[in-house]
């Protein structure tokens, strides 16, 4: 197990690869019930750079939801981080509920 040092969630990127919604979706990101990051109209193909959100820093585990925003809000997806992938490179999450699949690309750093 890694020692007791923070690691951090860097993340990178968020991509659609099938949209939830027909005219495309409104996806939020949470972290720890946090949201960190949404957007209005997210569509297959698009990607969007997540690279001005500080690190997030976290002991052991960290875990990832991806929301669409909708009168009830729809989850697509958590996924958990942990702090053993530190310094492993890019790392992913697909998100594939809902109907919808999203890939979130992410780095654990030091």
Not at 15 to 21: L, P, T
Not at 47 to 60: G, M
Not at 104 to 110: D, G, H, N, S
Request: glycine share 8%.
């Amino acid at each position: 197990m890694y020692s007791s040092a923070m690691a951090k969630l860097k993340l990178l990127d968020i991509r659609c690869i099938k949209n939830q919604e027909m005219g495309g979706d409104e996806p939020y990101l949470k972290v720890r019930n946090n949201k960190v990051w949404s957007s209005n109209d997210m569509k297959a193909g698009a990607v969007v750079s997540l690279r001005s959100i500080q690190p997030i820093a976290f002991k052991e585990e960290i875990d990832v939801t991806l929301m669409e925003k909708d009168f009830r809000d729809d989850c697509l997806g958590t996924g958990t981080v942990t702090a053993d992938a530190v310094g492993q490179g890019q790392q992913e999450i697909n998100f594939e509920e809902e109907g919808a699949h999203y890939q979130l690309i992410y780095e654990v750093i030091a």
